[in-house]
């Protein structure tokens, strides 16, 4: 363990404080020549990306969340964060314990990463600093490789806007005692806040590195989301906002000639601020962020990055091809060979892609122009066409395409031919509403669901989806709530679907 340079906590008294477990959180002999620090605990805990020997353990010590300067109150000092794992919840039978450097030029963020820990089983982690004891954290190991093991309860969400309403979909979702969280994008929102916000972050749009550190730590503060992040791991990935607006690889939405700093400082902010290993620590301008998850043998997630790599094919006048040009990616050349090459090598019984944006073909039937989304993989369709084809090549049992960003609940088959109606579906997609984006919603219907057979259901209602899936079928559970302007909504299944073991179609249920 490194010892702490620089700071007046000395190693013994940290493993004074490490013997008090569960009692007082003030070590005797703690008189330090600096005053201690108040509680730093204020954004919770969280972990993430499983493996069937350990995940990631993250905190970040922030007394003052809101200081403009996106410190979090924390002095200009290292600080060591003890850290320990139980296999109980009141931490009787410790199994791993350590000492981590939380230090400035990382904002007191922490990122642990134990190994050597026993597949498929539940544990409790929490953390201690200057005295200061953390929540306590559930989290758990994935499945040992190959191993089907017990139905998994997945959850997945996006799009969580502060000034939009309350985070209550994220309690709800919390307290359907997922195994595992995904997290599809939009965790956070670039602009400020105007005067009818139900909420109001600190500050301007962000732009620089403490500018996203500040907007990270408000909305770590968030208690319902500070639950969810305690009761299981996450799989994270980011979308457009945790930057800006529909930026593509190094193309601001409007021109900007700062455009790659502001990039640069929006990951460092994403990377401190989630449970990711340190294999997707930024390097410059870039961010290892698309990966695979097993989950023994039931389910393999791949978690895709379609931001980072986008190529447009620009023409020479500066417009962008149209959405059918075989040269536009979405992934890029490197992201698409390492997804296809997983779905060669996969063995899950489901292969699971926790993405972004809207999969499958969805004519928008909105007017005489335009009628795809260009920001979504209609913008990219010979790129899709290839992914499919890969999938369907190499023979993937049960691929499952999860999708957040457009605020509403859809569901939906994929196809390889969308304009014969009885093509065979080669795969679903389930897309996860937003958390609070876009505000309490509506229970109209869409025209799309007219103009698009192969998509089977859409409710303008703030939720997150919940499955349970098993060796034999993925469930899907849509789950709304009728408010989110005020706190407290109740959370409802207003449709749930089926899809069989091997069988690519979509079943009420
Ligand atoms: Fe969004």
């Given at each position: 363990?490194?010892?702490?340079?620089?700071?007046?906590?000395?190693?013994?008294?940290?493993?004074?404080?490490?013997?008090?477990?569960?009692?007082?959180?003030?070590?005797?002999?703690?008189?330090?020549?600096?005053?201690?620090?108040?509680?730093?605990?204020?954004?919770?805990?969280?972990s993430?990306?499983p493996s069937p020997d350990g995940f990631?353990?993250?905190?970040?010590?922030?007394?003052?969340?809101?200081?403009?300067?996106?410190?979090?109150?924390?002095?200009?000092?290292?600080?060591?964060?003890?850290?320990?794992i139980?296999?109980?919840?009141?931490?009787?039978?410790?199994?791993?314990?350590?000492?981590?450097?939380?230090?400035?030029?990382?904002?007191?963020?922490?990122?642990?990463?134990p190994a050597g820990l026993e597949p498929g089983r539940e544990y409790?982690?929490?953390?201690?600093?200057?005295?200061?004891?953390?929540?306590?954290?559930?989290t758990r190991t994935a499945p040992a490789?190959?191993?089907?093991?017990?139905?998994?309860?997945?959850?997945?969400?996006?799009?969580?806007?502060?000034?939009?309403?309350?985070?209550?979909?994220?309690?709800?979702?919390?307290?359907?005692?997922?195994g595992?969280?995904?997290?599809?994008?939009?965790?956070?929102?670039?602009?400020?806040?105007?005067?009818?916000?139900?909420?109001?972050?600190?500050?301007?749009?962000?732009?620089?590195?403490?500018?996203?550190?500040?907007?990270?730590?408000?909305?770590?503060?968030?208690?319902?989301?500070?639950?969810?992040?305690?009761?299981?791991p996450?799989?994270?990935?980011?979308?457009?906002?945790?930057?800006?607006?529909?930026?593509?690889?190094?193309?601001?939405?409007?021109?900007?000639?700062?455009?790659?700093?502001?990039?640069?400082?929006?990951?460092?902010?994403?990377?401190?601020?989630?449970?990711?290993?340190?294999?997707?620590?930024?390097?410059?301008?870039?961010?290892?962020?698309?990966?695979?998850?097993?989950w023994g043998?039931?389910?393999?997630?791949?978690?895709?990055?379609?931001?980072?790599?986008?190529?447009?094919?620009?023409?020479?006048?500066?417009?962008?091809?149209?959405?059918?040009?075989?040269?536009?990616?979405?992934?890029?050349?490197?992201?698409?060979?390492?997804?296809?090459?997983?779905?060669?090598?996969?063995?899950?019984?489901?292969?699971?892609?926790?993405?972004?944006?809207?999969?499958?073909?969805?004519?928008?039937?909105?007017?005489?122009?335009?009628?795809?989304?260009?920001?979504?993989?209609?913008?990219?369709?010979?790129?899709?066409?290839?992914?499919?084809?890969?999938?369907?090549?190499?023979?993937?049992?049960?691929?499952?395409?999860?999708?957040?960003?457009?605020?509403?609940?859809?569901?939906?088959?994929?196809?390889?031919?969308?304009?014969?109606?009885?093509?065979?579906?080669?795969?679903?997609?389930?897309?996860?509403?937003?958390?609070?984006?876009?505000?309490?919603?509506?229970?109209?219907?869409?025209?799309?669901?007219?103009?698009?057979?192969?998509?089977?259901?859409?409710?303008?209602?703030?939720?997150?989806?919940?499955?349970?899936?098993?060796?034999?079928?993925?469930?899907?559970?849509?789950?709304?709530?009728?408010?989110?302007?005020?706190?407290?909504?109740?959370?409802?299944?207003?449709?749930?679907?089926?899809?069989?073991?091997?069988?690519?179609?979509?079943?009420?249920?």
């Amino acid at each position: 363990m490194p010892e702490p340079s620089g700071s007046p906590v000395s190693r013994r008294t940290v493993l004074t404080g490490a013997a008090v477990l569960g009692g007082t959180l003030m070590a005797p002999g703690m008189a330090t020549a600096s005053r201690r620090l108040d509680d730093p605990f204020t954004l919770g805990v969280a972990s993430g990306d499983p493996s069937p020997d350990g995940f990631v353990l993250w905190t970040r010590l922030a007394p003052r969340p809101l200081d403009d300067n996106g410190l979090g109150g924390m002095p200009d000092r290292v600080v060591p964060v003890e850290w320990e794992i139980a296999e109980d919840e009141r931490f009787g039978r410790i199994v791993r314990r350590g000492v981590e450097d939380a230090t400035p030029q990382s904002a007191h963020t922490v990122h642990v990463e134990p190994a050597g820990l026993e597949p498929g089983r539940e544990y409790f982690y929490r953390f201690r600093a200057d005295g200061h004891l953390s929540p306590a954290g559930r989290t758990r190991t994935a499945p040992a490789p190959g191993l089907l093991g017990p139905p998994l309860t997945m959850c997945f969400a996006s799009c969580s806007n502060w000034g939009a309403g309350y985070f209550t979909a994220y309690r709800r979702l919390a307290e359907d005692q997922p195994g595992l969280v995904l997290h599809l994008g939009d965790y956070q929102y670039e602009g400020p806040t105007g005067p009818t916000a139900v909420r109001q972050v600190a500050g301007a749009e962000t732009m620089t590195l403490a500018d996203y550190r500040r907007r990270h730590a408000q909305y770590k503060t968030d208690p319902d989301l500070q639950f969810a992040h305690s009761v299981a791991p996450w799989l994270v990935v980011f979308d457009d906002h945790e930057l800006e607006n529909n930026w593509a690889d190094e193309v601001p939405e409007q021109p900007d000639p700062n455009f790659l700093e502001r990039r640069k400082a929006a990951f460092q902010a994403y990377y401190e601020n989630m449970p990711l290993r340190r294999t997707s620590a930024p390097q410059g301008i870039d961010m290892q962020l698309y990966r695979r998850i097993q989950w023994g043998g039931l389910a393999t997630f791949h978690m895709l990055d379609t931001r980072q790599y986008r190529d447009d094919q620009l023409s020479g006048d500066g417009a962008e091809t149209g959405r059918l040009d075989t040269r536009r990616t979405i992934v890029g050349a490197d992201q698409q060979q390492w997804l296809l090459d997983g779905f060669r090598q996969s063995s899950a019984r489901w292969d699971v892609l926790g993405q972004q944006v809207f999969f499958a073909e969805r004519d928008l039937a909105a007017g005489p122009e335009e009628r795809h989304s260009m920001d979504a993989w209609d913008g990219y369709a010979a790129n899709r066409d290839r992914i499919v084809a890969g999938w369907v090549d190499a023979g993937v049992r049960n691929p499952v395409v999860l999708t957040g960003d457009v605020h509403r609940h859809w569901a939906g088959e994929i196809k390889q031919d969308y304009d014969r109606p009885d093509a065979p579906s080669v795969g679903v997609e389930l897309v996860a509403t937003s958390i609070t984006s876009g505000g309490d919603g509506d229970d109209g219907s869409n025209v799309a669901l007219d103009e698009n057979p192969h998509l089977k259901f859409y409710k303008n209602r703030r939720g997150y989806v919940r499955t349970l899936i098993s060796g034999g079928e993925l469930r899907a559970d849509f789950r709304v709530l009728p408010y989110v302007t005020s706190a407290g909504a109740p959370a409802r299944t207003e449709a749930s679907f089926v899809v069989a073991d091997g069988d690519s179609t979509l079943h009420p249920a």
